[in-house]
T-cell receptor
Framework: QKEVEQNSGPLSVPEGAIASLNCTYS??????FFWYRQYSGKSPELIMF????GDKEDGRFTAQLNKASQYVSLLIRDSQPSDSATYLC????????????FGSGTRLQVQP | GAGVSQSPSNKVTEKGKDVELRCDPI?????LYWYRQRLGQGLEFLIY????????KSGLPSDRFSAERTGESVSTLTIQRTQQEDSAVYLC???????????????????FGAGSRLTVL
């Protein structure tokens, strides 16, 4: 079992719709969770981080964390073609002595 | 510097040659990470440095791979006797610290460089 799992996609949504990206992790002691966006040929850039159960909103983006289910998601409201990219979920363990572990990413396509 | 700087941006080498990739982290960042990303794949952890602590080398795929970092400055990733399967983008990232939980300011999040694309012929 991979430590951080994501559906590779592509996830295709029409412009203006809500895109829902999901991620599960195996280390129950994980404390911090990150979503990175990576455009083709570019390096990852941070969108959001979350470390408390519940929702965290930032503009059109909402991160949701459920530690009991070991599940973290990213919702993108009013999706735009410019949101088309690969979204990487990353997890940091409780002791902080391990580097961030990344999932393989979900490719999102927003159709105009 | 303002961001994480990596060089070279592109490197084409012949199988069996050694290569050196360089990373200059953001000033003040004590933690430095190397990841590898093969075409169409996710990020594979290689090694990370935290201040003067012993580096975590658990992700290095073979003894052909090594990395050094002097203090809290530049790091060099060396790949000896390169193989075709080493072809990938090598990403470097830095952060203030890996040990502290990320605070509200997000001070401990990773910032990535643009990467070094390695092609082994």
């Amino acid at each position: 079992q991979k430590e951080v799992e994501q559906n590779s996609g592509p996830l295709s949504v029409p412009e203006g719709a809500i895109a829902s990206l999901n991620c599960t992790y195996s280390d129950r002691g994980s404390q911090s969770f990150f979503w990175y966006r990576q455009y083709s040929g570019k390096s990852p850039e941070l969108i959001m981080f979350i470390y408390s159960n519940g929702d965290k909103e930032d503009g059109r983006f909402t991160a949701q964390l459920n530690k009991a289910s070991q599940y973290v998601s990213l919702l993108i409201r009013d999706s735009q073609p410019s949101d088309s990219a690969t979204y990487l979920c990353a997890v940091k363990s409780a002791d902080g002595r391990r580097a961030l572990t990344f999932g393989s990413g979900t490719r999102l396509q927003v159709q105009p | 510097g303002a961001g994480v700087s990596q060089s070279p941006s592109n490197k084409v080498t012949e199988k069996g040659k050694d290569v050196e990739l360089r990373c200059d982290p953001i000033s003040g960042h004590t933690a430095l990470y190397w990841y590898r990303q093969r075409l169409g794949q996710g990020l594979e952890f290689l090694i990370y440095f935290q201040g003067n602590s012993a580096p975590d080398k658990s992700g290095l795929p073979s003894d052909r791979f090594s990395a050094e970092r002097t203090g809290e400055s530049v790091s060099t990733l060396t790949i000896q006797r390169t193989q075709q399967e080493d072809s990938a983008v090598y990403l470097c990232a830095s952060s203030f610290s890996n040990f502290m939980r990320t605070g509200p300011s997000g001070a401990n999040v990773l910032t990535f460089g643009a990467g070094s694309r390695l092609t082994v012929l």
